[in-house]
């Protein structure tokens, strides 16, 4: 008995399909949408074990899609809230504005190539005055504990940054020129 109802459920709503499509796209404004929900109540009818007749099969097919525009319109109130949540633990606010913590692809890029060019022009420098500059700048060593540790004066270590700071803007300047 309970292929018959089911059989007897679905011919009904093959032909009230043009009609359930309609009320769908009118409640939800959106066609593909409603040929989706329309496929998933296919498959749900397809799936129901029925043990009693349906009184007015008209009826209950438009309940059925009713239901699934509700189920549809909370799991998607459900995604919003869950993506705007997600979207708030990866942004930090400054102010009204929000900042990300992560910077897009293109500017990672580009600094990685700043980097990579400051990188060589440290290079660039001689051998003592490259490790004074890394000592101050790079490990934060203070003047007085690089002249210490390497054996010269604070005035020698002051000369040697002096000088690693001309080259470094000098290589700026031409950096800048190239773009």
Known sequence: ??????????????????????????????????????????????????????????????RVASNLVLDHRKAAARRRVRDHNWSDSQLTMVGAEPVQDMP????????????DRLTAAIQELPLKCRTIFKAC???????????EHHGISVGTVEKHISRALKHLLQYAGSDNDDD
């Open 1 to 62: 008995m309970s292929d018959r109802l089911k059989i007897s459920l679905l011919e009904d709503y093959f032909a009230l399909r043009p009609a359930l499509r309609r009320f769908l796209l009118a409640r939800l404004g959106d066609e593909q949408l409603a040929d989706d929900i329309l496929q998933d109540m296919y498959l749900k009818l397809d799936r129901t074990v029925l043990k009693n007749p349906v009184g007015n099969s008209s009826a209950f097919l438009y």
């Open 104 to 115: 897009d692809a293109d500017s990672a890029l580009d600094a990685r190539r700043r980097l």
């Open 137 to 147: 700048k790079i490990q934060g060593m203070t003047h007085r504990q690089a002249a």
